[in-house]
């Protein structure tokens, strides 16, 4: 079994900051890539930004300069610096991990269960 546990949303003013936190646990063999994807009511989920197992990352447009994602190997976590936040960036977070679990055959994406992030204007 392997969960995700994210941390680090909340209330923020526009322009301001915040740090999200995901950190993998469990029977975990190998993670590939790790990633943060967002989603708001009655919209698909969309990719933020993702960082393989040897650090290159992929950043969506609509956050690029803005975010970044950093990756800690040897603790199975992934972060997410979020700078000049808008309104619009006000949704759901969640983490994702692509994981090998010991005694699996494949690789599967495994999720967080979201992190509330609120932009005011």
């Known amino acids: 079994q392997v969960q995700l546990a994210e941390s680090g949303g909340g209330l923020v003013q526009a322009g301001g900051s915040l740090r999200l936190s995901c950190e993998a646990s469990?029977?975990?063999?190998?993670?590939?890539?790790m990633g943060w994807y967002r989603q708001a009511p009655g919209k698909q989920r969309e990719q933020v930004a993702t960082i393989s197992s040897d650090g290159s990352t992929n950043v969506s447009d609509s956050v690029k300069g803005r975010f970044t994602i950093s990756r800690d190997n040897a603790k199975n976590a992934v972060y997410l610096q979020m700078n000049s936040l808008k309104p619009d960036d006000t949704t759901v977070y969640f983490c994702?991990?692509?994981?090998?679990?010991?005694?699996?055959?494949?690789?599967?994406?495994?999720w967080g269960q979201g992190t509330k992030v609120t932009v005011s204007s």
């Open positions: 994702n991990a692509r994981v090998l679990a010991f005694r699996a055959t494949a690789f599967r994406d495994y």
């Open positions: 469990g029977s975990i063999f190998s993670i590939r890539n």
